[in-house]
Structures are given as structure tokens and as C-alpha cells.
């Protein structure tokens, strides 16, 4: 893996699905489709693993960890109910618009305090070494997950 550490791969996803929204919301018919499941799967896979990574490892040790950690861990509950419910009504639905736009503000402003409220805390707290480790703790549990 070319990342340094688990925050570089964190910035790398939330780059890539920033412009899976920015592509559903663009896009029309299947096109659209194939864009909304592929944003779908990976806010799936980086949600789970900052869950079994990333999350936990900012509670450890302060109280604004433990706040950061636990609105983050709800936000990412509530965007993947989100998806869940556009999947079921489509993308050629008439409600997918508004949801899809909500649930592009959502994935934004979720995305942005984690960047600067719980990246932060992690760079402060975890040491480097186990930084670059949770990089590869990771892409492990994505990559089981997705199997």
C-alpha cells in the first residue's frame, strides 16, 4: 500500500467519494445507477472500517475523543440508513433527488469534522507507527468485508 498512514487513506476515500456524489447528482439513467452503487459499496467499506478502526482509537483517552468518536460513529450510522433507504426507492424514483441531495450535504459535512475535528485528535494522540499500523488494520477489515 503506497499510504503512509491511516489518515492518508481516510483523506484518499473521502476524496473518491466526494466524487461519487458529485457524479450521482450529475448523471442520469444507468449511468447514475452505476454511480450511486459504487458510492453506495464504499461509503459502506469506509464506514465500516472507521467503526472497527478509526473511531475507537480517537475515544481512547479524552473526553473530546469520546464525544468526536461517538458523533461521528452516529452520523456514519445515519448516512448509511440514508443510502439504504435510496437504494430501495432507486435512482429513477421522483424522491431520489431531494433524498440523494440531503444525503449529499450529510456525506460532505460528515466527511469535513472528521477531518478537522477527529483526524486532529488522532495525529495528537496515536502515535505514528500505530497510525501507519491502523492503515493496514484498515484495509484489512474493508477488504473482508467486501469479500
Known amino acids: 500500500m503506497g499510504y503512509s498512514d491511516v489518515i492518508d487513506l481516510l483523506l484518499e ?9 458529485a ?3 450529475r448523471s442520469r439513467g444507468a449511468e447514475r445507477e452505476r454511480q450511486f452503487s459504487e458510492l ?3 461509503v459502506h467499506l469506509h464506514e ?4 472497527a478502526v478509526v473511531h475507537p482509537a480517537a475515544r481512547n483517552g479524552t473526553a473530546t475523543g469520546d464525544v468526536v ?3 461521528r460513529t452516529l452520523e ?3 448516512i448509511q440508513r ?3 433507504t435510496l437504494h430501495e426507492l432507486g435512482t429513477g424514483h421522483p424522491g431520489f433527488e431531494s433524498g440523494f441531495a440531503a444525503l449529499y450535504r ?3 459535512e460528515h466527511a469535513t469534522r472528521e477531518e478537522l475535528d477527529e483526524f486532529p485528535i488522532l495525529r495528537l494522540q496515536v502515535p505514528v507507527q500505530r497510525l501507519h499500523m491502523m492503515a493496514g488494520e484498515l484495509h484489512d477489515v474493508q477488504v473482508m468485508d467486501a469479500a
Open 40 to 42: 453506495a459499496r464504499l
Open 13 to 21: 476515500q473521502h476524496d473518491e467519494i466526494r466524487r461519487l456524489c
Open 69 to 71: 468518536g461517538v458523533a
Open 82 to 84: 440514508s443510502l439504504a
Open 48 to 51: 465500516r472500517g472507521e467503526r
Open 76 to 78: 456514519g450510522a445515519t
Open 106 to 108: 450529510a456525506i460532505l
Open 23 to 25: 457524479g450521482v447528482e
